[in-house]
């Protein structure tokens, strides 16, 4: 079974600093997808990024940009030039191309202080 | 509609009860998916729809949890005799056929108390 796994449950960063959460995950799959989603304490989940394992490029969109190590099961997010928007939680999550559900991890509290 | 809409966004119950959790997808996307989150933790993985395709319902944690999809469309998740255990907020999530390969559209969430 895929397991996703987030070891830093709290991070803070300064406000226009950068930051990196961390993701590693566990497959015998070849291709799938990875994904990080934020969530606010509105609890709407928002997709952040994504990245086909497929692609050796590093997805980037803005300021979120990851940094996927295929060989290493590893998929960090940065976050440059951070903003108070951007504290929530972050969830990392993998799925395969041939299956509905993605994996979870269990998230990474981001504070952002002023 | 233009987003993933869920009923009620809060639901309190005595123990014992059942409750009725409600989703109504965005217009279009064929599979829905329902997430469990207990306080403070990652997203648990209960059951999914595609289609008219049987639905893969290997997360459900135990057989007091069942969902249904009528038209396709909208999807109840029923709880019989609730549990404390079962407190979490209960997310369900839409996507075009393949769609879930771009990720997910979420909605807000059901937050069930039972006490």
């Known amino acids: 079974a895929q397991t996703v796994t987030q070891s830093q449950p709290e991070m803070s960063v300064q406000e226009a600093e950068t930051v990196t959460l961390s993701c590693t995950y566990d497959t015998s799959e070849s291709d799938y997808y990875l994904f990080w989603y934020k969530q606010p304490p509105s609890r709407q989940m928002i997709l952040v990024i994504r990245q086909e394992a497929y692609k050796q490029q590093n997805a980037t969109e803005n300021r979120f940009s990851v940094n996927f190590q295929k060989a290493a099961k590893s998929f960090s997010l940065k976050i440059s030039d951070s903003q108070l928007g951007d504290a929530a939680m972050y969830f990392c999550a993998y799925r395969t191309t041939n299956a509905g559900k993605s994996t979870f991890g269990d998230g990474t509290t981001l504070t952002v202080k002023p | 509609g233009a987003g993933v809409s869920q009923s009620p966004s809060n639901k309190v119950t005595e123990k014992g009860k059942d409750v009725e959790l409600r989703c109504d997808p965005i217009?279009?996307?064929?599979?829905l998916y329902w997430y469990r989150q207990r306080l403070g933790q990652g997203l648990e993985f209960l059951i999914y729809f595609q289609g008219n395709s049987a639905p893969d319902k290997s997360g459900l944690p135990s057989d007091r949890f069942s969902a249904e999809r009528t038209g396709g469309s909208v999807s109840t998740l029923t709880i019989q005799r609730t549990q404390q255990e079962d407190s979490a907020v209960y997310l369900c999530?839409?996507?075009?056929?393949?769609?879930?390969?771009?990720?997910?559209?979420f909605g807000s969430g059901t937050r069930l108390t039972v006490v």
């Open positions: 217009s279009g996307h064929t599979a």
């Open positions: 999530a839409s996507s075009l056929v393949y769609g879930g390969d771009y990720g997910y559209t």
